[in-house]
Every structure is written in C-alpha cells, then in structure tokens.
C-alpha cells in the first residue's frame, strides 16, 4: 500500500514539475526564441495582408546604380527625382536614406547644353552680324571713317552688357547639391527625412539644428498617462540645408528579435521631453490628418484619423514594450508592394532633355528659310525656357504658387511640342526643299538631299523622343499619383538587409511600406503577456493527467497526442480570426511532455504494462524525441573563443551571370564540381569551411585546432586553387558545363577572432566572427578595384614567410574599418616565378613608388609600358587609371595617402 502511495505521489507529482519547469522556461529568453519560430509558422498559414495600392518602392536598384553610376550618388539626382514625382502627383517622399553630411557640388549639364549655350550663340550672332555690318559700310562709304569710332564705341558697350550678362547667367551652372536637394523637398512639398536614433548624447549638433528638430520633427498631440519608455539618448538630424527643407522627419531604428528577425517596432519615441514618430508612422500621421495619438493601456489610439474618406479611430495594439507587431507581406521584397526604380524618374528627365536638343538641333535647320514668318520651331523652344525659368523660380521660392505655375508651364510645353510636332512639317520641308532643288543648279542638288535627310532625321528623333516621354509620363503617373513612396538604396551591393519571419534576407527598405500598410489596412497583430504562457504550460500539464490519468497506456498515448495537437490548433484559431498570438511552444510542449512523462513513468511502475508501452511509444514517437524527454540530456551550449587565426573569403567573378546561362541541373553539377575541387584544397591544408554561399567559400586556418603556420597555409591553399581553378576550367568549358570560366577572387586575413558555436539553442553554427572576419570578407571584394585575384592583409603578408611572390598596393579604408590597411597581392610562390615575372613586379614597385610620390605622369608613363607588356595585368591598368585621374584632378593637399574604398 504504501509502495502504491509513494508510486501515485510521483505520477501526481510529474504533472507539476512539468508544468513548472516549462513555465520557467517560458520565461528564458533563449527558450522565447522558440517560441517566435511558432509565432512565424502560424504567420505563414495566416492568409496574406492585402497590400495598398498607394504604397510604391522607388528603388535605387542595380539598373539605377549601372545607369546612373556608383553610390552615393550626387544629391542632385535625388533632387530630379523629387521633381519628377511632384510632376506626377506623388502624395509622399520618405527617404530611407541620411543625409548628415555635406556633398560636393556639381554641373547643371542641360542648362550648360541648353538656354546658356543659346545666349553665348546669341551674344556672339549679333557681335559678328554687327560686325560684318559696320565694315560692309565702311567699306561701301556708307560710313564715313571719322564716325567709325563711334559705331566702335556702340559694339564695345555691347560687348560690355553681353559680358555681363552672361557671367550673371554662368553662376547656374554650379549646382549646389545640398541646397538643391532641400529646396526640391519643399518644392515638392511632403518629403520625410531620417533621424537616427543614438544611446548617447551627440554633442556636435548645432543649436539651430537641434531647434528645427524639436520644433517641427517632433509631434505634439500625443497623450500619454507617464512619460514614454524609451532607450536612445538624441539622434542624428540631416544637415540644414536638407533638415529645414524637408516637411518633417521620423526614425528609422528597428528592434531586431533575439533570433535576428524584424517583428515589432516602436511607432513613438521621446528625448528632452519631445515625441517623435517612426519614420514612415510620422508621414502616415500627417496624411491621416494630424490626428490625437492617444496611449491607452497596451494600446496605441490615433483619434479622429480622416481614412479612405471617413474620420475613424483607430486602435493599433502594442506588446509589453510598447511596440506593434508588423503585418509582413509573405512575398519577397521583389515582389511586395508596387516597385518603380529610381531611374524610371531619371530617364524620363534625361529624354525631355534630349527632346528639347533635338528641337534646339532641328531649329538651326536652313530648310526653315523656306517658310515664310517666324521659325516654328521657336515656340516649343521659348515653352520649354519658360518652364526652365518657373522650375527655378519655385526650387527657390517653394510656394505652392510658384510650384503650380511652373506645372502649367510644363504642361504648355508638351501642348506646343505636340502642336509642333503635328504640324505635317515632316512632310512640308521636304517637299520645299523638293522644289527648291528643282529650281536650283544641278550641282546643287546633293547639298538638298543631304539637307532634307538631315532634317527628315532630327524631326523623326524629335517625335520618337516625345512619344517615348508621353509613354513614360503615363507609365509614371499611374504609379506615383497619390503614392506614399518609399526610397531607398537596394541594388545587390547593399547591406541593409534584416531577416523578417518569412525572408532571410529582406531589404530593409520594405520595412516602412510594410509599417504604413500594417496601419492602413488595420490589419493588426497582438500577443499575450509571457506569464499567460507560463500560466497556461502549469495548468495544461496537469489537465492532460486527470483526462488521461485513468487510461490504458494506448489511449493515453492517443488522447495526450490529440490534446497536445489540440492545443496547438486552438490557438492557431485564435491568431487566424483575431489576431492575437498567445504563446503555444512552452504550452504545447508542456502538455505533451507531461503526457509523455506520465506515460512512460506508468510503464516504468508497472512491470507488466512495459512491453507494450515500448512498443507504443517507438509507434508514436521518434527515438530522439524519446529520448530527449527522458533522459534530458545537456543542451550544446553557444558560445566562443578569441584565436589569432587566419580568415578566407572567395567569391567567383560574374556567377550570376554564368547562373543564369545553365538550368538548374546543370548549375548544381557544376557548383559541386568546383566547390569539391576547392574544398579539398582547404582541408588538405588544414583549413576549415565555414559555411558556402552559393559559390562562395568562407574558410578559416588555425582553428578548432590550433597550428603556428595558419597564414602561411590559407596563402599556400589560395594560391594552390587558383592553379585548381584553371585546371577545372579547362574540363567546364571542354564539357560545356559554363559559357564563360569560372575565376575566383580571394581575399585574407590574419587577426584576433571569435571562433565556436554561435547562434541559438535550436540551430548553431561552428563559425567565426569579429572586424578582422570582416575585413577578409572585405578584402575579396575589393579585389574587383585592383584587377587583382588573391588579396591579403600586412599581417597576412607577414605571418606567412618569405616563400610567396607578392605584390604591394595600396593602405586603405575599407567600409565598416577606420584602421588603414596595407594591401599586397598574393602572386604566387617564388619558387614558380621565373625571370622575366620577377622582373615586371619589380618594376611594378618602382612605378608604384613614383606613384606613392605623386609623380602621377611619371607613373602614368610607367604603368602604361607595363601594361603594353602585359594587357591582362589588371593592376597595372587600376594604377594608370588612377593616374590619369590624379593628374586631371590632383587629392587634397593633405591627403595621407590612404584611399577610402566606398564599395564592398
């Protein structure tokens, strides 16, 4: 009896402990890391957000970046864009981009080309015309000689104005690119700007600038019972020039889950007293109405909102922090929201402006002295001055005023060109000159045929032009009327990338189309308090006892399962009708740990029901899961180690080029093909592999065991498979397995770096990480800059020995590392190098030093014969380059020699 006693007091006893240790457990941040995967998959089986249609990406994309040339691009471009959307009614401009320094300034080419190329003809025409005048009449006697000072004296003074006049209209051709890109925010009217949200004081900031941030970026109609919770200390403000232009400004900072993934935001923020809005959240409120933001409770309420027509309140719910959840969209960036890049916004500029070049190149046609009154052409002309002269008058008043008149003159622009254009004067010059030249000397007839051709060209040019930007314009205004736009950089070379629940890799610009669309649909999500979590893993491990407590061991087994699936499918329901997540994975498992325990502890008791159990829980469940909930083993643990080790990046030239020649069977074949080959010569050299990348290998040497000669070796295996490679290429291209060769870059490194398990209790990694891992990840790309393959670090260099033929480049900057660095290339063993290549490096050192001595023509002239030697040197042709541009434009005087690298 008391054997049956102690036996019921550890069945009762079970439910309890569980309950209790997952109720705990529910409480670990780690363990709530867990629990985020479920809230994900629940997200996943949640039907999709629907998506404004007023939302539109204008993406600074890879065919902005290849069109238009490398970020940061001069502010300018920005600025036309701006007017470009204000042409076409967009209702929003939130730049996801700062702008807390200054730029260079830059030439206006179309007013260069353009209306100040006109005026120098036009000075110029009427000197010369008056010129030829005065000495035809000298010359006939219609002047006498002693009056020809006095005409003299009438061209001098109009030489004189003309000076004048044109050094007054030679100051537009500099542009300005801060101011111009602040007064285009104005001119456009709703453009919002970043702020940058610190943990410290930023003490540097000036009064004034702080001024116009506190008085017209924070927002005033907030209500809050105590002042809000919030972390950062100040912010980085936009210089003035953009700060006092732009109509208001929000933060960009978004709070990153413990597992790296982007669900939840604040929406309001408060220092010294002031408010401030997310920066999507701060346009979106101005567009709403400027409503109340009243908290209540976990509540965030914004009263008397003007939405799609209607006034309405409306309630956005916050978690225990104060933030709201984000409603992603399931879908990529690619593929959520409306998109339009940026260069759609450039290229319609660039095509008036090559519209109104053809019409200046058509008006200077003779033919138009067969037509009798003024030359047509001038009208479309004079229309596109007037509407040059009204840009710039609202760019510098910013008046709605100003900003309407310059939108009809724009308009009366594409009204003369059209009315121009279809005149028939296509047809009536050439029938003109037809005639002409049948009256005209036979040996001038050519001269009319050329003529006419020519003209016939400049008018087709001009009506394919026009037609094309009224395709634009219409192409444009469907997508940006009434747009909220968002703009930001997302070609391939960015890293402002984040992991949202369902993308690894997610531009972060999308974040704030998916902020604004998460208010506009109100389609939110909540959760419940951990302890509700906690509360409901205690209750449920007991409930699942007293149901089952009484049941033979199979039906335990079945009704445990079914309750934990239950479970499970209760509070998917919940989350599906109404939003609300309520924590499932410390419940669920809870529910089916305690179950399961108490089933196995029955089978343990009872002697005779042990067989069966067995047999009943290999049907039901894995061994691993078995064994895990019985035997509870130790988790792995995360963390790592400093080591002095050496670091590896590679990365193959052009793949996706090459990916996306080959099916997907093809290019499986030949990644493993390649990655095999180079793999093993990083294990055959006691590297260790890290993880790939698609075609990228990251590696590391002298780690997890350690060895003295880790740079020596990662030098020897980079230079070993770049003799590899060539060996594959020629079996890829013998098989046709790739349309082009496959070339790898290397970059290396030696430094202080953290290497062990890192990541999260449910999936780790043996990796590494630290600045020195990201300067060989750096220094691989920037091979791209040098021409070069294999690029190393001075302690690289230094550490692997004398047994490598190298070759010096440049100390730089790299993005993301202040420390300069000196670059050497990895060439190839000595041992391999004959004369002749020990000769070309050695005088490659000598035109690098003159080059180091700012003799930029000596060097020119030096790295010219070396590259006439040697074609495919991809260094020496970077190092000409940069001499020749050196030598059109020297650095500062200052400068210390070391180059910032802007690309990564």
């Not at 050299?685 to 290998?697: H, L, M, Q, S, V």
């Not at 062990?756 to 990480?769: E, F, L, P, Q, S």
């Not at 002749?836 to 003159?850: G, I, N, P, S």
Request: proline share 4%.
């Amino acid at each position: 009896m008391a054997k049956k006693k102690k036996s019921s007091l550890i069945l009762f006893a079970i439910p309890v402990v569980v309950g209790c240790v997952f109720a705990l457990l529910n409480l670990l941040t780690a363990w709530n890391a867990l629990e985020l995967r479920v809230y994900d998959a629940f997200l996943g089986f949640k039907p999709d957000v629907a998506i404004d249609p007023s939302l539109v990406l204008l993406d600074v994309d890879e065919e902005s970046i290849v069109r238009t040339g490398a970020w940061p691009w001069p502010r300018g471009l920005m600025a036309r864009g701006l007017e470009t959307m204000a042409e076409f009614g967009a209702a929003t401009a939130v730049f996801d981009i700062e702008y807390i320094e200054r730029s260079p300034m830059s030439a206006d080419q179309e007013y260069l080309k353009g209306p100040l190329k006109d005026e120098f003809d036009g000075l110029f025409d009427e000197v010369g015309s008056n010129v030829a005048s005065l000495f035809g009449a000298l010359a006939s006697g219609n002047i006498p000689m002693k009056d020809a000072g006095e005409y003299g004296d009438m061209l001098l003074e109009l030489l004189q104005d003309g000076k004048t006049e044109l050094y007054s209209a030679t100051g537009k051709v500099a542009i300005e690119n801060d101011s111009y890109l602040g007064k285009a925010m104005r001119l456009f009217g709703h453009a919002s700007v970043t702020l940058n949200l610190q943990d410290q004081r930023i003490d540097v900031i000036s009064p004034e600038l702080r001024a116009i941030a506190e008085t017209k970026f924070s927002y005033p109609n907030i209500l809050a019972a105590t002042p809000i919770r919030t972390v950062p200390k100040d912010f980085l403000i936009p210089i003035m020039d953009v700060a006092s232009m732009a109509s208001g400004a929000g933060f960009t900072n978004v709070t990153i889950d413990p597992d790296g993934v982007r669900r939840r935001i604040r929406l309001v923020e408060e220092i010294d007293g002031k408010r401030y809005l997310q920066l999507a959240f701060a346009p979106l409120v101005k567009g709403l109405g400027n409503p109340d933001i009243v908290f209540e409770g976990k509540q965030l309420v914004l009263k008397g909102a003007k939405l799609k027509g209607k006034v309405t309140d409306i309630t956005i719910p916050l978690d225990e922090k104060g933030q709201m959840l984000i409603r992603w969209p399931k879908s990529t960036y690619e593929d959520s929201f409306t998109h339009v890049s940026f260069y759609r916004l450039l290229e319609y500029r660039q095509n008036e402006e090559n519209l109104v070049s053809n019409l200046r190149s058509l008006r200077t046609i003779e033919a138009w002295a067969l037509v009798s009154g003024s030359n047509p052409a001038d009208a479309p002309l004079a229309a596109w001055d007037a509407e040059e002269t009204t840009r710039y008058a609202a760019l510098e008043s910013g008046t709605p005023q100003d900003k309407a008149t310059w939108l009809e003159t724009k308009a009366h622009f594409k009204e003369e060109t059209a009315a121009f254009l279809s005149a028939g004067w296509d047809s009536q010059i050439p029938d003109l000159l037809d005639q002409a030249k049948a009256y005209a000397d036979p040996a001038e007839a050519p001269l009319y045929d050329a003529l006419k051709e020519r003209f016939s060209g400049l008018y087709r040019n001009c009506t394919d032009t026009f037609a094309l930007t009224e395709k634009q314009a219409a192409a444009l205004r469907e997508k940006l009327s009434g747009a909220f736009c968002v703009l930001g950089w997302t070609a391939t070379a960015t890293t402002d990338m984040g992991v949202n629940p369902f993308n690894k890799a997610y531009v972060n610009v999308g974040t704030h189309a998916a902020v604004a669309n998460t208010i506009l649909q109100q389609d939110f999500l909540d959760e419940t308090p951990v302890w509700v979590g906690s509360l409901a893993s205690f209750l449920l491990a007991i409930v699942v006892i007293l149901l089952i407590a009484r049941m033979s061991t199979l039906y335990q087994i079945l009704v445990g399962m079914g309750l934990t699936l239950v479970v499970v499918l209760v509070n998917y329901g919940i989350f599906h009708f109404t939003g609300t997540y309520t924590y499932t994975f410390a419940p669920t498992l809870s529910t089916f740990g305690s179950f399961l325990i108490y089933a196995l502890t029955s089978f343990l008791i009872s002697e005779r029901e042990k067989s069966f159990l067995r047999k009943a829980f290999g049907t039901y469940l894995s061994g691993d899961v078995i064994n895990q909930i019985i035997e509870n083993p130790d988790m792995l643990k995360l963390g790592g180690q400093k080591k002095w080790i050496t670091a590896m990046f590679t990365d193959v030239k052009g793949f996706s080029t090459i990916s996306e020649a080959l099916d997907p069977e093809s290019l499986v074949k030949l990644l493993n093909l390649y990655l095999s080959g180079m793999s093993d010569i990083v294990l055959e050299n006691r590297g260790t592999i890290d993880k790939y990348e698609g075609d990228a290998i990251i590696s590391f040497f002298g780690a997890p065991l350690s060895f003295q000669e880790h740079a020596r070796a990662a030098c020897l295996a980079a230079v070993l498979m770049k003799k590899k490679e060539a060996e594959l290429n020629k079996q890829f291209m013998a098989d046709k397995l790739t349309p082009n060769p496959l070339l790898t870059r290397i970059g290396l490194n030696t430094g202080d770096m953290v290497v062990g398990n890192m990541g999260t209790v449910r999936k780790m990694d043996y990796t590494i990480m630290g600045n020195a891992v990201n300067l060989a990840a750096r220094l691989e790309g920037v091979n791209k800059q040098y021409g070069s393959w294999i690029l190393a670090s001075d302690a690289t260099k230094i550490e692997a020995g004398d047994d490598f033929m190298t070759r010096r480049f440049d100390r730089v900057r790299v993005v993301g590392i202040n420390t300069p660095v000196q670059l050497w290339e990895i060439v190839g063993l000595k041992a391999d190098a004959d004369d002749k290549l020990l000769d070309f490096h050695d005088r490659f050192e000598k035109a690098h030093q003159v080059f180091d001595a700012m003799d930029w023509a000596k060097a020119l002239s030096m790295f010219t014969a070396l590259l006439e030697e040697k074609p495919t040197d991809g260094p020496s042709a970077a190092y000409r380059k940069r001499s020749e541009e050196f030598i059109k434009k020297a650095p500062v005087a200052d400068w210390d020699g070391v180059f910032s690298l802007n690309e990564k």
